[in-house]
Structures are given as structure tokens and as C-alpha cells.
């Protein structure tokens, strides 16, 4: 079974499912990053769109495009959400090119570990060229380790092309495509360490930002209270 007809079956498990606890912490944390009511978003691999919708509620005046593979998905998502800001294609995203040139944010949420390595590369030269200099891209991904279990424990529980995807080979490929790690988490959704959170920007080169000219008179003073408290709490050399 091909991956577009695999997930054109997986609605139902999908509509199940609804906005779960990833999906729910996922959209909490675009929030917390900054997303607006003038974002404007790529999402790759939305599904039926559980997580769109939540974006369509934060997102009123930029502009959200949403892909997936299963043509039958983006039917669900026509027919369930109907936004003047959503626009909405079907096909492999190695294939397709969104309207827009650039976005803020870049989705790959529990997308790469469906898409075969050997086209990785390619896949972030493309994003790469729909990012502006501030873009993020943020991908989320299972614990490689998690899959290893499931492949060995619990294998019905994976999907088609349910492969681990590991921290140096997104490091080699990403830098490839001009892109930097900027922050990396494995945290916890349904079992301890089942999920890892990456967030990405464009490489750009190093400024030097001198951190005591961007505070203000009360943020220097709790940095200069705090050096006095470890000058007196952890007096080195130590007396004798």
C-alpha cells in the first residue's frame, strides 16, 4: 500500500483520535513561541486537520497552507474546515510548492519519520527556500528509541515508513540545507521520553550581543544582586 492510500485509511483511526495530548501540547508551545492572529504557517503533513483547526483559531489575519499526503485527508479537512485564510493541497511535498515565498513558521510535526531518509536532504533544501530570515521551523518527532521498541514490542502500533530518526543524521542533513539547531528536547506525552522537540532557524553569522546593554535598570539589578550573593555564599578561595 502506497503512503497516500495508508493514510487515506487512517482517517478513521484520525477522527478517533481528535486533538489528543500531542496535538493539544503541539499547538501550546507554537503559542508560547509566538504564533499571531498575522502568522502566516506551512503545515506539512496535517492529516484531517485537528491541529489546523487549532491554528485557524489563533491565525485570523495571515495566512495558513496546509499539505498532506492522503488526498482523501485534505477532502476532510475541506469539508470540516472552510477558512478564507486556509488554502489547502494534496501530494508529496517533495512535489508541491506552496503559494507563498516564505513563511514564519514551518511545520514537520511526526512527519520525517514517514518520509525516507535519502530524501531528507532534499526535503530541507526545499524548506529552506520557503523560510525569510526569522522563519522557524519546528519539528517534532518519536523517540527514535520508542520506535526501536515498537518494531520489537508492539508493532502493529506503527505506521507506514515508521522509521527512527536520529539527532546527528538531522544535524548533518539540516546543515546541508543551511539550517541550525537551535534547540533539541525529548519530553514526555503518553510514556516517559516518547517525543523529541526541534526547533530550527536559518544559519545566519554570529553577532556578538552584549546581554548587559538589552536589560533594563530591574533586570540589572537582580543580575548584579545575584553575583553579590554568590561572592558571599561561595567564597573562593575557601578559608582554611
Known amino acids: 500500500m502506497s ?16 486533538i489528543n495530548d500531542r496535538i493539544a501540547g503541539l499547538y501550546r508551545r507554537l503559542c508560547k513561541m509566538g504564533l499571531h492572529t498575522n502568522s502566516t504557517v506551512l503545515e506539512i503533513g496535517c492529516g484531517i486537520g485537528t491541529l489546523t483547526f487549532l491554528l485557524t483559531r489563533k491565525v485570523k489575519t495571515g495566512r495558513i497552507e496546509a499539505t498532506d499526503i492522503s488526498p482523501q485527508s485534505i477532502e476532510y479537512v475541506k469539508k470540516n474546515l472552510i477558512r478564507p485564510n486556509l488554502s489547502l493541497f494534496a ?8 503559494t507563498a515565498k516564505s513563511f514564519d513558521f514551518v511545520l514537520l ?34 523517540n527514535p528509541a520508542s520506535i526501536l521498541f515498537d518494531e520489537k514490542n508492539n508493532p502493529a502500533a506503527l505506521q507506514e515508513i ?73 567564597r573562593y578561595p575557601p578559608k582554611l
Open 91 to 98: 501530494g508529496d511535498i517533495l512535489k508541491l510548492e506552496p
Open 109 to 142: 510535526f511526526d512527519v520525517i519519520e514517514h518520509i525516507p531518509v535519502e530524501d531528507h536532504t532534499a526535503l530541507f533544501a526545499k524548506i529552506n527556500r520557503w523560510m525569510h530570515t526569522d522563519s522557524t521551523l519546528l519539528i517534532n518527532i518519536p
Open 3 to 18: 503512503s497516500a492510500k495508508f493514510y487515506d485509511h487512517f482517517i478513521k483511526n484520525q477522527v478517533e483520535s481528535g
Open 162 to 234: 515508521d522509521q527512527p530518526v536520529y539527532p546527528d543524521h538531522l544535524a548533518t542533513v539540516l546543515a546541508k540545507a543551511g539550517l541550525d539547531i537551535i534547540q533539541f528536547e525529548t519530553y514526555s506525552v503518553w510514556v516517559k521520553n516518547d517525543y523529541q522537540f526541534i526547533v530550527i532557524k536559518k544559519r545566519k553569522d554570529f553577532e556578538e550581543i552584549v546581554l548587559s546593554k538589552e536589560r533594563n535598570i530591574f533586570q540589572k539589578g537582580i543580575v548584579w544582586w545575584g553575583r553579590k550573593w554568590r561572592k558571599l555564599r561561595y
